[in-house]
């Protein structure tokens, strides 16, 4: 499986209801950053499957869950356990750092 497109709709079903741990990627299609990013989540996402889930929120598509969640620049990653934000990190990184921030 590869990344859940997320939205205001199915927020609560695919990440605050969701029994596995959720890594949500806050990206915007103008972002550079974002676009060297893209295809470390997607590696991760097939990668994972099974152990973690994987979800984009467009910030420009849904400012809502962007303001929400403070994400003042991007890309932003959150790990969501139990519907609950427990890390949270800002820029891009490598396929490495990913795996040891999913950890």
């Not at 806050?26 to 994972?48: D, N, R, S």
């Not at 598509?61 to 003042?72: C, N, S, T």
């Amino acid at each position: 499986m590869s990344e859940i497109i997320i939205t205001e709709d199915n927020f609560e079903d695919e990440v605050l209801n969701s029994e596995l741990p959720v890594l949500v990627d806050f990206w915007a299609t103008w972002c550079g950053p974002c676009q060297m990013l893209g295809p470390v989540i997607e590696e991760v996402a097939k990668e994972q499957e099974g152990i973690i889930k994987v979800g984009k929120i467009n910030v420009d598509d849904y400012p809502k869950l962007a303001i929400e969640f403070q994400v003042g620049s991007i890309p932003t990653l959150m790990l969501f356990k139990d519907g609950e934000v427990v890390k949270k990190s800002l820029g891009y990184m490598p396929k490495e750092e990913v795996e040891a921030f999913i950890k």
